[in-house]
């Protein structure tokens, strides 16, 4: 019999800035060895159950404990982080959140040399890992210089080094390219698998996780947990739907075709799913979809050509002679690796940076000659780092500061922002400190701050990071809306399901170049394509393809438009 390593017993936490409790009555045991996924809304209590097991509740965040938590055979209520660092590695959500070294090196050797290991062994150590996560070719570089994946990948040999008892992954896929994710999760199955080390792995990304088996899904909901079971029985339930978390897109597509889940072995494992009637069951839904025509946009609203760009003159072009045309009322994405050039485009076009150029036309007029102010009123962007947007402490003042410093009345301010606080579902936290918020709350102000001010076009980097699918969905639908009234809308995303589910066009980006602008549909049925820019063949195509179905292509590109439909409806 496995040995309980980590014991909930009738758990209730409420923080002491908080009316209610955070977590309800928790009676959980995970097991030696064991592999967990953690899943829920935000707000349902995951990340406090997550900072009860690494001891940031009670030593760094107060609250009110009633019933026990044992970690490791340490009780939560007598033990320090530090007594709880040697038994449970954390690694954040936020990578910027974790540093502490000048250079990926000392970052990664940080732990080691407060153990004070030989400076010959450290060094080995951080070799070992650093090679494992694949950023040995970054050890000397500052971890702030490097890409959001690249940062997770430091975070991770920081917490590898000291190869404890438990690890736990927050958002670990949250700044990852589809590649690089897959890889990630492949990495930490692996470590699993070799060490019997337990893992617990709180992600929004469900299916991207369940590339590799897990043995538990916990779902929370409103701080209590809802279901605990293995994958194949809560992918057959309406369970994760219903909470507002995405389920695997193979798997609606199955209950949309009226597929018997309860007869399918295997149901989370996409390779293994068989059954002698569902290819015909497939088949007849999809022959019963009429052809959906998509509008297209052709009238040209910014014209870039032969743009090129290097941070340093001794370094490599990031941009290297790009040329693109973002249509007027289009909603498109913007693929690729991570470090391809994606951001460094969307600053270009900002002018955050200068880079040399053939041409830069905003409908038909010279863009080039506008300042970063002038070039705001037209297009509105927002980072993939909310931290490094955010410069007011209460979350409606950060909302209304573009509306503010523009003139706006009091009562016109107050109508827009609270409008959109409640789009971005922020509304209930109006007049709360940002401090407060989580990584993915912080994201939704700094969206809501732009959307206020109404933009011709705005250009989002990796909008839904950490979102959950409730948020997600809202914040989409938003985005859409404003899209029909003709505001162009570009999102730079490792979320293929958004780039599928919201956009028609997608550009593919790697090593500086624009290597393919074609149909979202037509990124992730390419192996070549995808190969080259570190992407992941979609599970729908991967699906017809395991089903030996005629036209995976066919059913991948009906399935996305149907999808739309009913979501739009």
Request: include cysteine; proline fraction near 4%.
């Amino acid at each position: 019999m496995k040995k309980p390593l980590i014991t909930f017993e009738n758990f209730t936490f409420q923080y002491h800035s908080q009316s209610e409790p955070t977590l309800y009555d928790l009676d959980l045991t995970i097991y030696e060895g064991e592999k967990v996924l953690v899943v829920g809304p935000s707000g349902s209590g995951k990340s406090t159950f997550a900072q009860c097991i690494n001891g940031l509740i009670p030593n760094m965040y107060e609250g009110t404990i009633n019933g026990s938590v044992m970690v490791n055979g340490k009780n939560l209520k007598d033990s320090s982080v530090v007594d709880l660092s040697f038994d449970v590695g954390t690694v954040l959500q936020d990578p910027d959140g974790q540093f502490i070294g000048l250079t990926v090196a000392e970052d990664i050797a940080f732990s080691l040399e407060n153990d004070a290991v030989s400076q010959s062994s450290m060094k080995q150590v951080v070799q070992k890992w650093s090679k494992v996560v694949e950023i040995s070719s970054h050890l000397d570089s500052r971890p702030q210089d490097l890409s959001g994946g690249q940062k997770q990948r430091v975070s991770m040999a920081g917490v590898l080094v000291d190869e404890v008892p438990i690890l736990l992954f927050d958002e670990p896929l949250a700044n990852l390219d589809p590649a690089a994710g897959k890889q990630a999760i492949e990495l930490i199955d692996q470590i699993h698998q070799e060490s019997k080390t337990t893992v617990l792995i709180i992600e929004h990304r469900l299916e991207d996780v369940l590339y590799c088996d897990v043995d538990r899904i916990l779902v929370f909901s409103e701080g209590r947990i809802i279901s605990d079971c293995g994958p194949d029985e809560l992918l057959r339930t309406d369970i994760l739907t219903e909470t507002g978390i995405r389920e695997p897109l193979y798997v609606t597509a199955m209950k949309y075709a009226g597929v018997d889940l309860e007869a399918l072995p295997d149901l989370a494992n996409l390779k293994k799913l068989h059954s002698p009637y569902l290819k015909e069951e497939m088949e007849q839904w999809l022959n019963a979809i009429p052809e959906i025509r998509i509008p297209k946009h052709e009238t040209p609203l910014l014209t870039l050509e032969d743009l090129s760009y290097r941070y340093r003159k001794d370094k490599p072009f990031v941009l290297d002679d790009v040329s693109v045309t973002f249509n007027k009322g289009e909603m498109l994405s913007i693929v690729g690796k991570n470090g391809a050039g994606k951001s460094t485009l969307s600053k270009a076009i900002c002018g955050f940076i200068k880079p040399s150029f053939k041409e830069m036309r905003w409908e038909g007029t010279d863009f080039s000659t506008l300042s970063i102010k002038e070039r705001a009123d037209h297009i509105g962007y927002v980072m993939q780092n909310p931290n490094q947007m955010i410069s007011k402490t209460m979350i409606f003042d950060e909302v209304a500061l573009g509306l503010v410093l523009r003139g706006v009345s009091e009562e016109e301010i107050k109508k827009r922002v609270e409008k959109v606080l409640k789009i971005c579902g922020l509304y209930s936290y109006r007049n709360w400190p940002i401090s407060a918020l989580s990584f993915g709350q912080k994201k939704r102000v700094t969206i809501a701050a732009i959307l206020v001010l109404n933009p011709e076009m705005i250009i989002l980097d990796e909008p839904t990071a950490g979102q959950d699918f409730k948020h997600y969905t809202e914040m989409m639908t938003f985005l859409e809306k404003l899209n029909r009234l003709g505001v162009s809308v570009v999102m730079i995303t490792h979320d293929m399901h958004l780039m599928l589910e919201y956009t028609n066009r997608a550009l593919v980006v790697a090593d500086g170049e624009i290597l393919a602008d074609t149909e979202s549909v037509n990124v992730l049925t390419d192996q070549e394509l995808i190969k080259k820019a570190s992407l992941k063949e979609t599970t729908l195509f991967t699906f017809a393809k395991v089903l030996g179905m005629a036209d995976p292509f066919s059913f991948t590109k009906k399935f996305i438009a149907y999808d739309r439909e009913v979501r739009l409806k």
